[in-house]
């Protein structure tokens, strides 16, 4: 078991390890400009400066604040989004009337709302978190009710039969009976916070953010930083979906063979 | 559009007209000034026109040639098994990383416009058109391809008459899935990276004159236009080929 998983990692790391070889041999020979290429070991080396640099804020502090907006802006999304979810999953009259209206704003990408916001609240954590709540709000209601609504009715109807009451029926068949559906929304909901967040750091954040890191450096056309917050965005969202994500379905709905 | 959801629109609006004026009108616009501001830059230059024009052709632009070499990777690497080994894993960290972290990157390599904003468009689009063309591949009944190879159908034709098909599901999930990512794209590099029009660029530049109204219809403007494109591009390809095919599942 421990055997094939290290396998699987390392099928998985070494087409990227490659590529990374790939682009150091192509900087190192100087085939294309290197002021704009850059290469691995300098980008790498930039992670370890960023990481031991006292003048600014480090790496680390910037990915702290960026994880800790997306975790926030998922927090309330998934409240607010599944309570509303499961409303409108239930109520049939309430979800004819809303249901339009979350149809149309879903697509709206979650940065075009971040003028909007900076407007009414300014720049700085309340515009990026509401923002990238927002995002994450919408695929999280609409997957809920999607859930709930997938449920057998039978289930429900002989369950009401042997005598459960309507809290019973909530907890112990439509919350796990929609939790499939539910836990798609919440993956597409922490993927699209997590982008909203850092497309909105380049707007918004005065402070800090990956997105901030990344977009100021621009300003000094220092692509190697920009490699490495492209790099490190890129490692820290698959660590979170290989582990946290894969751990919670294994909990769940694995456990319970609902997967398909 | 039936009866209903007209009549729930109408509330819709009145609901919101009776809102906005009863607070501050800066902080949120009423319909009224909405659709004022909408004349305002229609007539008599249609400002509003232009930016939705450009953004179509960036969209475009950028989608199709997502699409088209999305496509080529997917079907290239969905036929050469060693060469998916190593296609596969790049793809997943590439799909990994927020799309607009490419446009810093892509201003300092090409610099403002038209071309960075295409490249993002073109960026987000791509990794979820390919990978999803690969997933349709592996799923293609060996059967069917052992059939048509014994037919005596060649490379090309078996792609195009055996493997696309039979694949389609996947090819619009897709293209589905690319064409949400590619607007998301092109609304915020146009912010980042636009110079004179877009609807991002004008939602965005809305924000020095703390024009509410213009920042709303830049919205509504996105929402029709995603619902379209959708509706155009997608649905009309997908009745065409996997519903009249009778291919389509349940999914959700």
Redesign the interface.
């Not at chain 1, 099928?11 to 990227?16: L, N």
């Given at each position: 078991m421990k055997a094939r998983k290290i396998n699987k990692i390392l099928?998985?790391?070494?087409?990227?390890l490659?590529?990374f070889i790939i682009w150091q041999i192509v900087g190192v020979l100087d085939l294309m400009d290197t002021t704009?290429l850059s290469k691995p070991t300098k980008v790498f080396e930039r992670i370890i400066q960023l990481i031991q640099t006292t003048n600014k804020k480090t790496i680390i502090e910037h990915s702290i604040e960026s994880i800790m907006r997306t975790t926030i802006a998922l927090f309330l999304a998934t409240t607010i989004g599944c309570s509303l979810g499961i409303l409108l999953g239930l109520k049939k009259n309430i979800e004819?009337?809303i249901n339009?209206?979350i149809t149309?704003?879903m697509?709206?990408?979650?940065?075009?709302?971040?003028?909007?916001f900076?407007?009414?609240i300014g720049f700085g954590n309340p515009t990026i978190i509401s923002v990238g709540t927002l995002a994450a709000f919408f695929p999280i209601v609409y997957?809920t009710s999607?859930g709930i609504k997938s449920i057998n009715k039978e289930i429900i109807w002989s369950a009401s039969i042997m005598g459960a009451n309507r809290r019973k029926i909530i907890k112990d068949i439509i919350l796990p009976g929609s939790l499939p559906?539910i836990t798609?929304g919440f993956k597409l909901g922490l993927a699209r916070s997590?982008?909203t967040v850092?497309?909105v750091e380049?707007?918004a954040a005065t402070t800090g953010g990956l997105?901030y890191m990344?977009?100021d450096?621009?300003e000094y056309?220092d692509?190697t930083t920009?490699?490495a917050?492209?790099i490190l965005?890129?490692?820290l969202?698959?660590l979170v979906?290989n582990t946290l994500i894969k751990e919670l379905e294994n909990k769940t709905i694995k456990r319970w063979g609902m997967i398909t | 559009m039936n009866k209903k959801t007209i009549v729930l629109i109408l509330s819709f609006i009145v609901l919101w007209q009776l809102i906005s004026s009863s607070i501050n009108m800066k902080t949120l616009p009423s319909p009224v000034s909405v659709a004022g501001r909408t004349f305002e830059l229609l007539y008599p230059n249609p400002l509003l026109l232009l930016h939705i024009a450009e953004s179509t052709k960036r969209l475009i632009i950028g989608y199709l040639i997502a699409l088209v070499l999305g496509l080529s990777v997917g079907i290239i690497s969905g036929l050469e098994g060693n060469l998916k080994k190593i296609i596969n894993p790049l793809m997943g960290f590439m799909i990994s990383i927020p799309t607009i972290a490419w446009v810093p990157l892509l201003l300092i390599l090409v610099g403002l416009g038209d071309k960075t904003i295409i490249l993002a468009i073109f960026l987000g689009g791509f990794f979820p058109i390919a990978y999803n063309m690969q997933r349709g591949m592996e799923i293609v009944n060996l059967d069917l391809i052992r059939a048509a190879r014994i037919m005596g159908l060649k490379d090309i034709k078996c792609i195009l008459h055996v493997y696309i098909p039979a694949s389609m599901p996947s090819v619009i999930t897709g293209a589905r899935l690319g064409i949400g990512y590619s607007w998301r794209a092109l609304v915020g590099a146009e912010m980042l990276a636009a110079t004179e029009h877009g609807i991002g660029f004008m939602i965005y530049a809305s924000r020095a004159f703390q024009d509410v109204s213009a920042m709303f219809l830049g919205l509504i403007a996105i929402g029709v236009l995603s619902y379209l494109t959708d509706r155009i591009l997608i649905t009309t390809v997908e009745n065409r080929t996997i519903k009249k095919w009778e291919m389509v599942t349940q999914h959700g």
């Open positions: 099928s998985f790391m070494a087409p990227i490659l590529f704009l004819e009337t339009p209206l149309f704003l697509p709206i990408p979650g940065i075009a709302w971040a003028p909007l900076i407007t009414w997957n999607l559906h798609t997590w982008r850092i497309a380049m707007l997105g990344v977009f450096a621009r056309l692509v920009v490699y917050g492209i965005m890129a490692f969202y698959l979906e | -």
